[in-house]
């Protein structure tokens, strides 16, 4: 029998957002496949009778879900669904060590965990389950989708392909054999390394406020939001970062391979000024190539917005569109 291992919770409201008095929030745990207990913040909207629809929401890469995947997860509480926003093995109040790891295996697996707790919920209707990912978690969610059949709706939001970028680098500058070699040289050098001196160093956060004015500007958008209006004490991009060796396996481990695959609805969310912006377009184009399930596949540009908008400006995330296409479920 699965056992849960014992978290440390907190009980107070600690979000960076404000508290809905439309919904009742809860904590829950849950175990992955790996034997990892996961923590999550459950929003139920108030008064709600009968097995509703639910969703569950993480991201975005380095957040925790007291930030943006919170905000929507209560977001669409008050819109009559249940939802969970929970946060990744190794990060968080979730369990997992050593810390501050990613895999692009288990982070998968987390997503379909949450999909079994959701599914074995008395208050969920098992065959209206969605799923959110925001950043980094929009591939990881595209990646479930093409391998769990029992999520019929998906939203990737202001997505970033995570294996994309730890392989080529941003905007795909760093996309060489050659490149690659001397960053896998590098790495691999710390793990051994820090292997000998028996502890783990941290690659570091978001750039401290002011940032400098010769940083491009997506550096500073993560910045205000991390450092600033959203920082968050468990937060890894609000303080020391991810393991400085977490995110090596990502680049020779492509996601998105079997996407154009995906039977069951997926909306892909993207600011058209977002630095990220490339990394929406061409998975929806990948997505649709070769493809027999286009009719019910929509990229959503949003015109002026950038990467953080979507994170926590209620007057860019589309809400409303998001609440329609999980009602048609």
């Known amino acids: 029998m699965m056992k849960t291992a014992d978290l440390k919770l907190t009980q107070e409201w600690d979000k960076t957002f404000t508290k809905s008095d439309k919904v009742n929030h809860s904590k829950v745990t849950f175990i992955n496949r790996y034997g990892i207990t996961l923590a999550a913040d459950m929003y139920v909207p108030k008064n709600a009778e009968g097995r509703l629809p639910a969703i569950a929401v993480c991201g975005p890469f380095g957040a925790v879900k007291e930030q943006c995947s919170g905000l929507y997860a209560q977001t669409m509480a008050e819109r009559g669904f249940l939802t969970i926003a929970f946060d990744p093995s190794f990060t968080g109040e979730s369990g997992g060590t050593p810390r501050y790891m990613a895999s692009p295996d288990i982070n998968t697996e987390d997503f379909q965990a949450a999909v079994d707790f959701l599914s074995n919920c008395d208050k969920v209707d ?107 004490a468990r937060s890894l991009n609000s303080n020391e970062g991810w393991n400085s060796i977490g995110c090596l396996s990502f680049m020779n481990q492509p996601i998105l391979k079997y996407t154009n695959e995906i039977r ?66």
């Open 126 to 232: 098992p065959d209206r389950i969605g799923i959110i990912g925001i950043c980094g978690w929009g591939g990881m969610a595209l990646n479930t989708a093409a391998l769990d059949t029992r999520i019929k709706a998906t939203v990737a939001s202001t997505m970033y392909d995570m294996t994309r970028v730890n392989a080529n680098g941003y905007f795909d500058s760093e996309d060489s054999e050659e490149q690659r070699y001397e960053k896998k040289t590098t790495l691999n050098n710390l793990r051994t390394a820090e292997y000998a001196k028996g502890e783990y160093s941290r690659g570091g956060g978001c750039v401290e406020l002011p940032v400098p004015d010769d940083m491009p500007f997506f550096v500073k958008d993560y910045s205000e939001y991390y450092k600033g209006r959203a920082y968050h």
């Open 264 to 329: 069951s609805s997926v909306l892909i969310i993207h600011g058209d000024k977002a630095h990220s912006f490339y990394f929406g377009k061409d998975a929806y184009e990948n997505m649709t190539k070769d493809s027999k399930y286009t009719d019910n596949k929509e990229l959503m540009i949003i015109e002026g917005a950038v990467h953080t908008d979507l994170y926590d400006n209620t007057d860019v995330i589309p809400f409303d569109k998001l609440e329609s296409f999980f009602n048609a479920m």
